[in-house]
Each structure stands twice: as C-alpha cells, then as structure tokens.
C-alpha cells in the first residue's frame, strides 16, 4: 500500500497509518473491524476539510471495512425545519455525499453501537467521537484511540491502525481510583460525576467504585442503565480526555486489574468532591492517583448558568436511545411545549420510534425529534436561541464555546417540565441549584 | 554544508529558504490559509509567510482542524515547500500527509536558522 500499487490515496492513507505508527512508537499496525468517522459536519470540516474529502472521493477511495459516520451539521430530511440556511445544507450534502461515495456508511450518529454496529470484545477498531470511543472500549471491552477524522478515514481505507495507546493492553491499566461517596440517581448525576472526575483525570484511564450500593436492575443486577453510562463516558471525554474507564463490578475489564482493587487506605468520611492526589504504589507496581468525590454540586453548579427563562431544550447527547424518546413521549403526553424541544438521535432509533407512535406523541406536543445531528455538531449558534436546558453535561459543557449558549442541566423529566413551561423546571432532587 | 538525518514523515523532496520558529505551531488560527502568514499574536513568526519555506519549528500544537488549515495552503499553493520538526505529532502530520509536503523528524534544530538554503530529501535534510 505504501509503494502505491492500489494507488495514490491508498498510499496517503497508509502513509497516515503509518506516520501515527511512528510518532506514537507502535510496534505494528494491527487489523480493525470497523471505523467510525468523525468530521462530518461542515461547521468543523469547513471548505477545506470538505475540499478534501471530496478529493480523496473523486480518486476512487473506498473504505475496506465497515465504516460509519458521526453527526452532521443537520437532520439530513428536516434540516429546514431545524431553521438551517440552504447554502449550509447544500454544503454539508456535498459532504455527506463524498463520504457515501467512499463506502462510509451515512448512519450519522455517536452511537453505531445502538444501531447494529457492536464490536466484539478485544476487537480492534477505529473509532474517532470521544463518546463511541469511550463506549466502545469501557463498555464493549473493543479496543480504540480517539481517532481523527481523516485518521479514523484512512484506517477505513487501508482496513489497518497503528497498535499503540489503548490498543495495547498495558495502557488499559487504571491511572485513577475514583471513590464515588454519593447517591447516582439518574442520567444528570452520571454526567456531573463525568464533568468532575474527567476535569482532573484528563487523558487518564479511571477506575470508580460507585457507593453506596447501586439499586438492583434488570436481572438482579446491580449496575448504571446503558443511558447513564453514556452520560457518563460523554462528560468524561469532554471535561476530559477520557477514552477508557473502568467501573467495579460493572464493566468488563474492571476485574482485570485486582491491584487497583485490594490497595485500600481511604481516608474516611472526605466529602470535598477534589483529588487527594495521593501517589501510592499499586501491587502492580504502577502509579495510581486517588481522588474521592464526596458530592456532586460542584459539577452541577459549574454546568448551570442562573438562567430562568429557557427558549431551547436539547435532549440526545449522546443520541437518544429508544428507551429516552419513550420517556420523553410519556412526560409530554397531554401537554404542549412553550420552548423549542430538540430531540435529537440516530436515523435508525427515529424510525423505530416512529413505527411505534412514539414521535407522533412527541410531536403532537410541539416536540421536535431530529436524527443524524445534535447540539454539538449543528450549526446552533446561527438560530437564535437564548438559554438552553439540556440533559446532557457535554452539551452543557460545550454549549458556550461552540454554540454560544448559556445553558442549565439536569434530569431529562426536568427539561421536559421546562419544555413545557417555558422557564427552568426545578432544583435537582435532593440537592441544590 | 551541513547534513542532517532525521526520520520521515511525510517522504518528498524539497528546496528553500529555512523558517526557523523556536515556539510550537498550532495552524488553525495560527496561519491565515488564504495568505500564508503567520496571525498567532506574539508568535515569535508573527507576521511571516510560510509559504515556500523550509518551515522548521519544535512540534505542532492546537485544534486537530489544524490538519485541514495545513491542506487549505496547499490548495491555495501557500503551503510551505517542507515541514521539519524536532518531534512531530498527529495534526501537523496529517496534515503534511494529506497535502503531499515533505516532512522530516527527529532533526536537532538547533543547526538551522532563519535564512539558510535548506534541502529535504527523504531523512535528510542538507543545510546550505
């Protein structure tokens, strides 16, 4: 591939493989099983980034394993009734059509694993939403870097990524013990203890015990809902860089590291929420940094602006699950929304939800339910909002910066009541804001 | 003349006048794409064209959009001739890569300056 017999693309892509090979020391480029594109949207691709793809696409490149790609900037069907400009919209098909021509497939979303894209444990990929990433190898134990975009394209292309970071399995070693002293009631609760524990861990690999005891689940067992570890590994990846995390007795890898486990002396009864930033040795050998949160009002109250009216609720950071739109469907039932409700998920989710009357219901109620988009990617700050309520803590830590919005965050039944009033609907359950 | 070894990134063959930068570069608001000039305020190149430079500086820096600035350059023929970094890292060489310029690692920087008639060819990189 690098000599140039499959041609001139092949090679660049193999070049870009290979280059990350070397800057990152890898010792070999190892085969993957998917790719998940990020870069889609033409607000982050601009002319440039969108130059490119379609250069690469008039070359002939095609991906050689299954590829997908992230959110766009819009619903790619109802993108003017999310209020997006037809030069926008013309753009960002140009994009999505170069990237089709390549053989990526247009799932447009952050959670192919919710859409029949699941890699198998210890399986290799190339995945680039630090979200997907972080799903992908603390949930699925499937093993990626956070790619790039054209990084995660040129491992579609040449089927192969260069075997350094989380690919191998030292790096995989907890950096972090994380005692969690509080309640986890709720998605909001996962993605404040995200927003806290990934602001001081960066790109480090956490491991959390979570206490008291988690309420028994489905089966008996006893362990966050799939939404809540998505919130979880999104505000980690944001505040942070977190691409792995282990949980006790909840993920799979967690129990591959027995040293982080038996290293015990906590100092009690510590509620203060910040790193002890004690240096232990671990049985391994390897350094392990200790933080306790003892609460979560720090992250609520540095994701919360005092906002009072709310013209734009965002719900689907990650996209939505089935299970979500149902919720949001059964909060809204009989009642009419005064805000602007975005709901936003994969194509494929919208249509299930659709084929049970699920977004009818939301719709009747003046709710809005847009796939292959989100908050993050779409161009938001161009439609005139004023104040956002979202569920989601990497939303509202990005919303500043990207989307120029001041936002509150909390449950999602709390953003529907302010959907549906108009005006930010409550103080978190037991706690403050 | 000087000859230098250093280790490829992005293989090609080149010949310029050196841009020495003692300070990291970040090219997605470090350099305007439609004129080549450095616009980083208080950069140490504030104000230069790279383009058709042998550009040296340490490593890159910034947003990973930094990549497609790299290529936007180059499609505006203001990219620099080639790239050579103390250590390079996964935007700038993406970036390289994507636009075909040479670019060369590993290089003691300290044996080129501002002005020398520099040539990159594969790992080497001849200093007058």
């Known amino acids: 591939m690098l000599a140039g017999s499959e041609g001139q693309v092949v090679r660049q892509a193999m070049e870009i493989v290979a280059a990350l090979g070397k800057i990152y020391e890898a010792e070999e480029l190892v085969v993957v099983g998917s790719a998940q594109i990020a870069g889609v949207s033409y607000k982050n691709l601009g002319e440039a980034g969108l130059e490119f793809l379609e250069e690469w696409a008039s070359q002939g490149a095609r991906v050689r394993v299954p590829a997908f790609a992230n959110p766009a900037g819009m619903d790619l069907q109802r993108w003017r009734e999310m209020g997006i400009r037809s030069d926008f919209a013309r753009q960002q098909q140009r994009v999505v059509d170069a990237l089709s021509s390549m053989g990526v497939q247009l799932t447009c979303t952050c959670t192919p694993y919710l859409v029949g894209h699941v890699p198998k444990a210890g399986e290799h990929v190339a995945w680039s939403e630090s979200s997907a990433v972080s799903f992908a190898n603390s949930i699925l134990a499937a093993r990626t870097n956070r790619e790039g975009g054209p990084s995660a394209l040129a491992a579609a292309i040449t089927g192969r990524t260069a075997a350094y970071g989380l690919h191998v399995t030292e790096k995989r070693r907890p950096t972090h013990r994380v005692d969690v002293r509080c309640q986890l009631l709720n998605e909001a609760d996962y993605g404040a203890l995200g927003y806290l524990v990934g602001r001081q861990v960066c790109d480090g690999v956490p491991y959390l015990r979570l206490w008291p005891d988690l309420p028994l689940g489905e089966a008996g067992l006893r362990r966050p809902t799939q939404e809540q570890l998505m919130a979880l590994g999104a505000a980690l990846a944001a505040s942070g860089a977190v691409a792995l995390y282990h949980i006790e007795g909840v993920t799979p890898e967690a129990d591959q590291w027995p040293g982080v486990v038996e290293q015990q002396g906590l100092r009690p009864g510590t509620s203060t929420g910040r790193a002890h930033d004690a240096k232990v040795q671990a049985e391994s050998g390897a350094r392990l940094t200790e933080i306790t949160i003892g609460g979560l009002d720090e992250g609520y109250a540095a994701l919360n602006s005092p906002l009072g009216e709310i013209d734009f609720v965002s719900l689907g950071c990650p996209h939505s699950t089935l299970e979500d739109l149902q919720r949001a469907a059964l909060l809204l039932d009989g009642h009419r929304v005064r805000a602007t409700l975005w709901i936003t998920t994969s194509r494929a989710v919208r249509e299930r939800a659709e084929r049970q009357g699920v977004v009818a219901r939301i ?40 989307s120029s919005l001041q936002s509150r965050f909390g449950t999602l039944e ?20 | 003349m000087k000859r230098l070894r250093g280790r490829v990134i992005c293989r090609g063959k080149a010949r310029g006048t050196a841009l020495v930068s003692p300070a990291a570069i970040g090219f997605l608001g470090g350099v305007d794409p439609d004129t080549g000039v450095v616009i980083e305020r208080k950069h140490p190149l504030s104000g230069q064209c790279v383009a058709g430079r042998i550009l040296v500086f ?8 930094g990549s497609y600035t790299l290529y936007r350059l180059h499609k ?5 001739a080639a790239i050579v970094n103390a250590r390079s890292e996964a935007i700038v060489a993406v970036g390289a890569i994507i636009s075909g310029i040479p670019m060369v690692d590993l290089v003691d920087l300290t044996q080129i300056h501002t002005g020398d008639r520099v040539s990159v060819d594969g790992e080497d990189v001849v200093i007058g």
């Open chain 2, 58 to 65: 340490p490593t890159g820096k910034g947003s990973t959009v």
């Open chain 1, 363 to 402: 719709e009747a109620a003046g709710g809005q339910v847009f796939a292959d988009t989100c908050l993050v990617v779409a161009p938001v700050e161009e439609l005139g909002f004023k104040a956002m309520a979202t569920n989601s803590a990497k939303a509202a830590f990005y919303a500043p910066g990207l």
């Open chain 1, 414 to 433: 709390q953003c529907i009541q302010t959907a549906i009033e108009g005006r930010w609907a409550g103080s978190r359950p037991g706690g403050m804001v």
């Open chain 2, 76 to 80: 505006n023929r203001l990219a620099p």
